[in-house]
């Protein structure tokens, strides 16, 4: 066995509610199918000889195989055994049987929100984030046969480059509740509502593992004001000031949304340094890569610690051409 592929595709991401006050473009689960059959192709052109697909509600797995037509694909293509319909926490649980079945690499399908769920699950499996979500940072904007390609290549030959990821994990009084791989903004929100997350006045901070002037949402406020690639051994934290702020930033908080943040304080973390969230007479919201996920309640305190322990990425430029100087693609 030349090594298996997983393959999860969430259905609901690119759909979300920051198109109604942004300029979001749309991937509907259509574009997803073809994606995820690309994906398919490129995976068999790298010799793999089994793919596992996440089950969904739309049948995005399914759809891709079937508009294959009379091409019968080589590798063994299966669908993972589990029940379905419990939004991100499916992206969890899959990536979970797939890291106990021994795939060697998940490509996911998603934004940011899809890739952190899948972190939570896939413990040492080096992942293929593919964008089809709303303000990405995390994963790439690439072409799915590539994709494929480059995930076929880590389970077949073994010598895919990867790089690890940093994260952001989050304590409660009981001990770790949750992480986030690009960003963490604390709000004066009180309720998840819609989860996206677009009104400054509504923010207190925003930590996070980077942040770069070129990209999409909170993390763009770091990036426009003292970036942190995502390769350095570092982190920033910013404490929004909207009565005398220090300075103003303007950032991309959304696709086509500009919006001037009121900046009081920062400071660059380092790796394992973490921020304490005080106790408060309210109650405050956690937003995690983007959606509200995490309530403090009143009276609690928080903990948000920089790792360096995220997941596995595979370097799909790399690896592609560590292949083509080992002669992968010539016969």
Known sequence: MKGKVGIIANPASGKDIRRLVAFGSVFDNEEKVSIVRRILLGLEAADVEEIIIMPDTYGIGERALEGLGKRRLKPQVELLEMEIGHGGADSTLAAQKMQAISVAAIVVLGGDGTCRAVAKGCGEVPLVPVSTGTNNVFPEMIEGTIAGLAAGIVAVTGAGMLRRAKKLDIYGPEGWRDLALVDVVVTKETFIASRALWDMDRIESIIVTRGEPDTIGLSAVAGCLSPVAPQEAAGLYLELN??????????????????????????????????????????????????????????????????????????????????????????
């Open 242 to 331: 909207h009565e005398k702020p220090t300075v103003t930033v303007l950032a991309p908080v959304a696709p086509g949304l500009f919006s001037p943040v009121p900046v009081g304080t920062w400071q660059r973390l380092t790796l394992n340094e973490q921020i304490v969230l005080g106790a408060s007479g309210n109650p405050r919201l956690l937003a995690l890569d983007g959606e509200r996920e995490v309530l403090v309640r009143a009276g609690e305190e928080a903990r948000i610690v920089l790792s360096a322990e995220g997941p596995f990425v595979v370097d799909i430029a790399g690896t592609l051409r560590r292949a083509q100087s080992q002669g992968f693609f010539t016969r």
